[in-house]
C-alpha cells in the first residue's frame, strides 16, 4: 500500500510540477496553442498592454508555481490549484472555452489532492 501511495505522489507531483513549467514555456511560443485567444476581451480591455504580453507575464508565473511544486510540494500544489480555480472562473465568467475550465477545474482537484498527500 505504501509503494500505491509513493508512485501517486511522485506521478502528481511530476504532473503538476512539469505541466505548469511545459504551459508557461509555451506562453512564450505558441506552439501548443495561441494562448492570447483565452484572454476574455472584456479583461483584455481592461490591460494596459496587449493580451500577448499578458500572456507572457502568466508563463512566467505558471513557470515559478512547477517550480514551486518541485521545491515546496505542499505549498506549490496549492498555488498551482488556486491558480487552476482562477482561470476556470474567468473563462466561465468570460462565456468562452467552459471546456476548458471544466478540465482546469478537474485538474485543480488533482493539485489538491497532492497538497493532501504531502500533509500527511
Known amino acids: 500500500m505504501e509503494s500505491n501511495v509513493q508512485t501517486v505522489k511522485t506521478l502528481l507531483r511530476y504532473t503538476y510540477g ?3 513549467i ?3 514555456l509555451d506562453k512564450f511560443t505558441n506552439l501548443l496553442a495561441d494562448w492570447s485567444q483565452y484572454v476574455s476581451p472584456g479583461l483584455s480591455d481592461m490591460l ?3 493580451a500577448g504580453i499578458f500572456m507572457l507575464v502568466v508563463g512566467v508565473i505558471e513557470i515559478l508555481a512547477g517550480i514551486l511544486v518541485f521545491v515546496k510540494t505542499k505549498i506549490g500544489s496549492l498555488v498551482v490549484m488556486s491558480w487552476l480555480i482562477a482561470i476556470a472562473l474567468v473563462l466561465v465568467l ?3 472555452f467552459i471546456d476548458v475550465a471544466v478540465r482546469d477545474l478537474v485538474m485543480a482537484m488533482g493539485a489538491f489532492s497532492l497538497a493532501k498527500l504531502y500533509s500527511e
Open 94 to 96: 468570460g462565456g468562452q
Open 48 to 50: 494596459p498592454f496587449e
Open 22 to 24: 511545459i504551459a508557461g
Open 18 to 20: 512539469l505541466v505548469p
